[in-house]
């Protein structure tokens, strides 16, 4: 069963870090893109940051500065360095990402959400 499968995130002080991880699992060949993003309560969810399978990133102007996402190709896995964190970054964080399953086929899937919370 290919899944992506997330862990990090937690409470943190205003100020603070956190880094987020998110796995490739199951049998695919390779990665597109993968992103982050995020659903506050009562809001929609949104793009946090996207990195491309050659390296290119993207960033929601709400965290330019602070957060930092990386991806490790040979392990499948996107990361999320979270620093300086704000209480209105308190959210569930998704991550999502194009998986090839076949030699032409794309699945697009999505992580089970992790809760961050930043709060004194």
């Known amino acids: 069963q290919v899944q992506l499968v997330q862990s990090g995130g937690g409470l943190v002080q205003p100020g603070g870090s956190l880094r987020l991880s998110c796995a490739a699992s199951?049998?695919?060949?390779?990665?597109?893109?993968m992103g982050w993003y995020r659903q506050a309560p009562g809001k929609q969810r949104e793009l946090v940051a996207t990195?491309?399978?050659?390296?290119?990133?993207n960033y929601a102007d709400s965290v330019k500065g602070r957060f930092t996402i990386s991806r490790d190709n040979a392990k499948n896995t996107v990361y999320l360095q979270m620093n300086s964190l704000l209480p209105e970054d308190t959210a569930v964080y998704y991550c999502?990402?194009?998986?090839?399953?076949?030699?032409?086929?794309?699945?697009?899937?999505w992580g089970q959400g992790t809760q961050v919370t930043v709060s004194s």
């Open positions: 990195i491309t399978s050659g390296g290119r990133t």
């Open positions: 199951g049998r695919i060949f390779g990665i597109n893109g």
């Open positions: 999502n990402a194009d998986l090839r399953v076949g030699p032409s086929q794309i699945l697009n899937a």
